[in-house]
């Protein structure tokens, strides 16, 4: 499909909104007469990720685009290094905060990675709030389930990126360069490297420090324990994984399809662990405007 540039439709610039006792920073696409999706990025990423055009062409088919900064990412709040403020429950309680601050009653809810665990645990704790569900490139984020390991070169990376020294935080092309390079571990076929310098460019920019979207995702505590598990989640769920995510290969898809009542999975080729590249939007997006077409929003 020609996907819409966002150029050609309404987008709200950007603005800090207060929820649950922070601000987050947050940017629309589309009118918000129509059904909204939430998108809810994954660990340490900002909603830069959510690249502009995808945004746009789910707006231009009818529907109200919301993409957020989660705690510690782009312009929200951020806490120090190592010492984050907040439980990972807070950071589900910012979906309901979010649906509540923009006047919404419910939402489809897409979340990618670390994103899509939340959008399970949202669910879950607020089914009234949710009109479907969309899991991309994720996994369970309950216990009880059997998933296949983390592939070889993914535990190599994260071996070497562990021991390897942040660059400075006023050194923009270092930070940019390094984010790139990070992408191209996860996204090991059809990696195109100037779509995602642009992103990585645009994180940085609007990123004060990103040392605490590094480390304060993974330092955060449970917070009140979520006693759930998969079959739990009631509201209408499509589940999206490539086929080359080397962080969590497709086995994880093909559980939540499984394990999520009457869940439908859509695999995407050769795609790593990102959001769905435009080489894949002829498919993708006509599957996630039917999925969010027929519930109630």
Same mark, same amino acid.
């Given at each position: ?109 897409? !979340?990618?990675? $670390?994103? %899509?665990?939340? @959008? =399970?645990? &949202?669910?879950?704790?607020? *089914? /009234? ?21 983390? !592939?070889?070169? $993914?535990? %190599?990376?994260? @071996? =070497?990126? &562990?021991?390897?020294?942040? *660059? /400075? ?129």
């Amino acid at each position: 499909m020609t996907p819409l540039a966002a150029g050609d439709l309404l987008v709200d610039m950007e603005q800090m909104l207060a929820v649950n006792g922070i601000e987050l920073c947050t940017e629309t696409f589309g009118s918000p007469a129509d059904p909204p999706i939430l998108l809810i990025g994954g660990k340490s990423a900002s909603m830069d990720y959510w690249e502009d055009d995808f945004c746009a062409a789910l707006a231009a088919g009818g529907r109200y685009v919301i993409r957020y900064d989660h705690r510690d990412t782009g312009r929200s709040t951020i806490w120090p290094a190592g010492a984050p403020g907040y439980t990972w429950r807070d950071m589900v309680a910012d979906v309901p905060g979010l649906l509540d601050v923009l006047g919404l009653d419910k939402a489809h809810l897409f !979340g990618i990675s $670390m994103g %899509g665990a939340l @959008a =399970e645990c &949202a669910a879950v704790l607020y *089914p /009234e709030r949710v009109a479907t569900v969309i899991l991309d490139q994720t996994t369970s984020a309950f216990e009880g389930v059997e998933l296949p390991p983390i !592939g070889e070169e $993914m535990a %190599g990376f994260f @071996a =070497e990126a &562990a021991e390897r020294p942040m *660059p /400075e935080m006023d050194d923009h092309d270092a930070l940019v360069a390094m984010l790139v390079e990070d992408q191209r571990a996860f996204i090991p076929k059809r990696f195109d490297e100037a779509r995602m310098r642009a992103v990585c460019e645009r994180s940085v920019r609007r990123t004060p420090d990103l040392r605490p979207s590094f480390e304060n995702h993974d330092a955060a505590p449970e917070g009140e324990r979520i006693e759930a598990s998969l079959a739990d989640i009631t509201s209408p769920t499509l589940v999206i994984h490539g086929t080359g995510d080397p962080l969590m290969p497709i086995g994880h898809g093909e559980v939540l399809a499984r394990e999520i009542p009457d869940a439908t999975l859509l695999v995407l080729e050769d795609v790593g662990h990102e959001p769905p590249p435009p080489y894949t939007w002829d498919t993708a997006i006509p599957t996630i405007l039917d999925h969010t077409a027929t519930r109630e929003s």
